[in-house]
T-cell receptor, first 112, second 112 residues
Framework: ETGVTQSPTHLIKTRGQQVTLRCSSQSGHNTVSWYQQALGQGPQFIFQYYREEENGRGNFPPRFSGLQFPNYSSELNVNALELDDSALYLC???????????FGPGTRLTVL | ELKVEQNPLFLSMQEEKNYTIYCNYSTTSDRLYWYRQDPGKSLESLFVLLSNGAVKQEGRLMASLDTKARLSTLHITAAVHDLSATYFCAVGGTGTASKLTFGTGTRLQVTL
């Protein structure tokens, strides 16, 4: 059974640029959630996708957007990057909304 | 707005002694999760607690839930160095409320 994978592992961008992060869900899982974890803090919920539809969103501006594909993999897009967007971005998958979420290794984004 | 608080934030533990981490949350919720995070790594699922009075144990870790008090505890028995990590509790629900709201995290350090 393949776990949750994310790419890339690390990324450095400059302010104003755009970034796309990718996530492959664990085999058999149809729900993907994205979280932002700033240094020394707990993860903050960005949004969740269930069967290709957005299924809840946290307090993040519209420049954070996402997609889920028919194979349940997902993308997180962030436009107009700001310095405060520097964080570890975690993707989690689960079988249906509400079940235990299993986290990927994360993508560490640095915005200069 | 749901708030999740953990205490202590940092715990320096001596080997072979017992300790407890507390997790308080502000509103009724369906599920309480405990995750472990090693430095620079992702989150590892430890326990999910679904009902009042639920108790789960794995090795030296035991988690319990009191939904009336909105309190979960993670008890560590006879601490060993391998338990050094940051532990998060997270509150979640079902359906559109299935996002996880994380606590601040408790950093455990076991000293020899």
């Amino acid at each position: 059974e393949t776990g949750v994978t994310q790419s890339p592992t690390h990324l450095i961008k400059t302010r104003g640029q755009q970034v796309t992060l990718r996530c492959s869900s664990q085999s058999g899982h149809n729900t993907v959630s994205w979280y932002q974890q700033a240094l020394g803090q707990g993860p903050q919920f960005i949004f969740q996708y269930y069967r290709e539809e957005e299924n809840g969103r946290g307090n993040f501006p519209p420049r954070f957007s996402g997609l889920q594909f028919p194979n349940y993999s997902s993308e997180l897009n962030v436009n107009a990057l700001e310095l405060d967007d520097s964080a570890l971005y975690l993707c989690a998958s689960s079988f249906a909304s509400g079940n235990t979420q299993y986290f990927g290794p994360g993508t560490r984004l640095t915005v200069l | 707005e749901l708030k999740v608080e953990q205490n202590p934030l940092f715990l320096s533990m001596q080997e072979e002694k017992n300790y407890t981490i507390y997790c308080n949350y502000s509103t009724t919720s369906d599920r309480l999760y405990w995750y472990r995070q090693d430095p620079g790594k992702s989150l590892e699922s430890l326990f999910v607690l679904l009902s009042n009075g639920a108790v789960k144990q794995e090795g030296r870790l035991m988690a319990s839930l009191d939904t009336k008090a909105r309190l979960s505890t993670l008890h560590i028995t006879a601490a060993v160095h391998d338990l050094s990590a940051t532990y998060f509790c997270a509150v979640g629900g079902t359906g559109t409320a299935s996002k996880l709201t994380f606590g601040t995290g408790t950093r455990l350090q076991v000293t020899l």
